[in-house]
């Protein structure tokens, strides 16, 4: 290099690596600010005088993760590292990095560094190596990136010096050595003929010219005319683009397992304050489930006043269209099956987006990162993962959520075991059915004088249904033989506040998988139950007509009459005929074919069970004023028996029953979708429902 010529120097880095700070500390008060032609982003250039006199005119380049360009301040770098022709050409490229974010920083740097231009690269921001507890080792590092590398502080103004005599020696610096060579590992053949289309490229300029579509005009029209023919795959392009990624990012893991150490536990910053009390033996916890409680309470209060709406909105639509259409069969099929399906799947939305909402924001504050690592080691003890812990809890609003937020667990088998045994934690679904039956069955006393009874029942409940997944969890662990490679990278993200973009993207994904995936089973499943519900041999068909010109029927009033003929219609339907084959089958358990009619439809959804019983009832219903499905419940009697139907007995072995059966086909649609398998559904169908049989028999027989 001439003396007399100013060396060009480009600064290259990630936003917020301290390009700027570095820029001014190089050449102080030499600055002027321009323009990049045609664009309104700042080009800021100034000049340094060297330790040997000599003048380096140093370019601030705008801020990027890599050379693929995503915005027009990106393309502003590509642009100058490809204009070979331009007066700053660099001679020399200072890549900016930062203590903190070393990896992120490497992605860039070995892009740039197999473009071949001479490389220097100042790690920035050493002043905080001991607040963050990181140690680099220099010397290997330099080593292995081949390239001159120096640890300054911008802000303390170190290590200048040694910035500024290594761009006096530039010219020193060896340029060959690309750092991934990109050709040898994904596709010799293509990439020799992509090099072979210019001499006065490196294979890297070549590449990005391609991918990048930015082919310079410097380029001789048999070349231009090579490289728009390597852009004619394009799908090539994109699967060669992400194996380079891929390339890059192992090669950067490698170098950095031997040279870069981050001992948070010898951190002070404010990360490390923050993490010490998040992932506290006992505060860690505390803090954990108070954020919990806050979620779930605010999941119930926030979505009750939706789901309202929408329940009435679609009970409204049905009663619409069934005045409006012409009575008949395709307007049942409307107002009865497809109009509730419908509102069955939409029901689930506002407790999936509230739910995912919180979890998308605890993630992306890196919050989330930190439960990980705290429940990690107790959960692995039940073949589970500290992911784990959001479906186990979430589940207590809705399974369907909960399974899909099982997406976050790296390890298949982990992964599995979760969606396996999240269906046991007690839904919102299971709740009315719950309510009921506690109320009817265990009577209204108060334990030592203070605590109620039904309470304890209940959170006995929600107790037992956490039990059952953790000892299944465990059960599952040992059987379950799935190969899965399940490391647990304890790196966690910095605390950062959540980006609204992302965290609505987020929700707004998930919701629309559930819709489409899950919904689309639920609603054919409840159109299948609203077609056996709502037809029937000939006995049914008669119902109608029988009741009517029945003179015993004459005192009712008009709505007691249609409650007594509905509830007829459903026995005699092909649901009722089934309710009554399966009577034997469930007699052991104590319930009679009334309640099997209710287990039968309250597949498409648990709290259906409280629907249909009162649909059903309200064939004894009288004139009396027992109207309220639970005084109907109360009175119901066996007429084998003469005995009360609900007696604690079989209100027991129904509490069982619904903690442990599958009773939802929403749930088995999501896991289907989620395994990519009905083997995995079924499998939980039917063990869930052998235990629920198994275990509300035992209980019937205690009871009894
Ligand atoms: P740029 O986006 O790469 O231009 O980065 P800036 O030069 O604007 O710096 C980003 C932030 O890092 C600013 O808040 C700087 O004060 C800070 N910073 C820059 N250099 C150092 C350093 O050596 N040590 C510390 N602690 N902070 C620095
Ligand atoms: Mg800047």
């Given at each position: 290099m001439e003396k007399s010529k100013p060396i060009q120097v480009a600064l290259i880095g990630n936003p917020n690596t301290g390009k700027t700070s570095l820029f001014n500390q190089l050449t102080g008060l030499n600055q002027k600010v321009g323009n990049y032609p045609g664009i309104t982003v700042d080009k800021k250039q100034g000049a340094c005088k060297l330790l040997n006199n000599q003048t380096a005119i140093i370019t601030d380049l705008p801020g990027t993760y890599s050379i693929n360009p995503t915005s027009v301040d990106e393309s502003i770098v590509l642009k100058s590292l490809l204009t070979t022709e331009d007066k700053n050409y660099p001679d020399v490229i200072v890549v900016v990095a930062d203590i903190e974010n070393l990896k992120r920083n490497l992605f860039l740097f070995s892009q740039v560094k197999d473009l071949e231009i001479p490389i220097i690269l100042a790690i920035n921001m050493s002043d905080q190596l001991d607040r963050k507890g990181i140690s680099i080792d220099v010397e290997t590092l330099k080593k292995e990136l081949k390239t001159e590398t120096i640890l300054i502080s911008a802000r303390k103004n170190e290590g200048i010096d040694k910035v500024k005599m290594a761009i006096e020696n530039c010219a020193e610096i060896s340029k060959a050595h690309p750092l991934c060579s990109i050709n040898h590992k994904i596709d010799e053949d293509y990439f020799e003929r992509l090099k072979a289309v210019s001499t006065n490229h490196t294979l890297y300029e070549l590449w990005l010219m391609v991918t990048q579509n930015n082919i310079p005009d410097s380029l001789s029209e048999i070349e231009k005319q090579k490289l728009i023919e390597f852009r004619q795959d394009v799908s090539k392009l994109k699967r060669y683009q992400h194996k380079e990624t891929i390339h890059r990012y192992q090669q950067i893991n490698e170098i950095l397992k031997r040279t870069y150490i981050v001992d948070r536990s010898k951190a002070k910053d404010l990360r490390a304050k923050l993490d010490r009390v998040f992932t506290h033996k006992i505060f860690g916890y505390v803090i954990f489930f108070g954020i919990l409680l806050l979620i779930f309470q605010s999941i119930f209060d926030w979505a009750s006043t939706p789901m309202d709406l929408i329940d009435s909105a679609f009970a409204n639509l049905s009663t619409l269209i069934k005045g409006e259409l012409t009575p008949g069969i395709l307007t049942n099929l409307i107002a009865d099956g497809i109009i509730p399906g419908i509102g069955g799947v939409v029901i689930f939305i506002p407790q999936i987006a509230i739910l995912f909402l919180f979890v998308a924001i605890l993630e992306e504050t890196g919050y989330m990162s930190r439960v990980v690592f705290l429940m990690d080691k107790i959960m692995r003890r039940y073949g589970m993962s500290g992911k784990s812990v959001i479906p186990l809890i979430s589940g207590t609003a809705c399974a369907i959520p909960a399974v899909m937020a099982t997406r976050t667990i790296s390890g298949w088998k982990e992964r599995l075991i979760t969606i396996l045994v999240t269906p046991f934690t007690t839904c919102s679904a299971r709740l009315p059915v719950y309510a009921i039956l506690i109320s009817l069955v265990i009577p209204d006393k108060k334990l030592f004088g203070y605590f109620s009874l039904q309470g304890f029942t209940l959170l006995s409940l929600y107790a037992l249904g956490f039990a059952t997944a953790i000892v299944s969890a465990f059960l599952l662990h040992k059987i379950i033989k799935v190969k899965s490679a399940s490391f647990f990278v304890a790196e966690m993200p910095n605390y950062k506040i959540p980006s609204l973009k992302n965290v609505v993207f987020n929700v707004i994904e998930k919701t629309k998988a559930f819709v489409l995936g899950a919904g689309k089973i639920i609603l054919a499943i409840s159109i299948v139950l609203w077609f056996l519900a709502s037809n029937g041999p000939a006995s049914y068909k008669n119902v109608e007509k029988d009741n009517i010109e029945n003179t015993a029927n004459a005192n009712l009033l008009a709505e007691e009459l249609q409650q007594k003929i509905a509830g007829l219609k459903l026995e005699k339907s092909y649901i009722g005929i089934m309710g009554k084959a399966i009577e034997p089958v469930i007699k052991p358990l104590g319930y009679d074919w009334k309640i099997g009619i209710a287990l039968i439809s309250s597949?498409?959804?648990?709290?259906v069970f409280v629907g249909t019983l009162a649909t059903i009832y309200s064939v004894e219903s009288g004139t009396d004023n027992t109207s309220t499905i639970k005084e109907k419940m109360r009175v119901e009697v066996n007429p084998e028996t003469g005995q009360k139907t609900f007696t604690l007995p079989v209100g027991m072995s129904l509490l069982i029953f619904y903690a442990f059966a599958m009773q939802c086909v929403g749930t088995l649609a999501v896991v289907k979708r989620e395994t990519k398998s009905w083997k995995w559904p079924l499998a939980q169908l039917f063990g869930m429902g052998i235990l629920a049989y198994a275990a509300a028999f035992v209980t019937f027989t205690i009871f009894s």
């Open positions: 597949f498409a959804a648990r709290e």
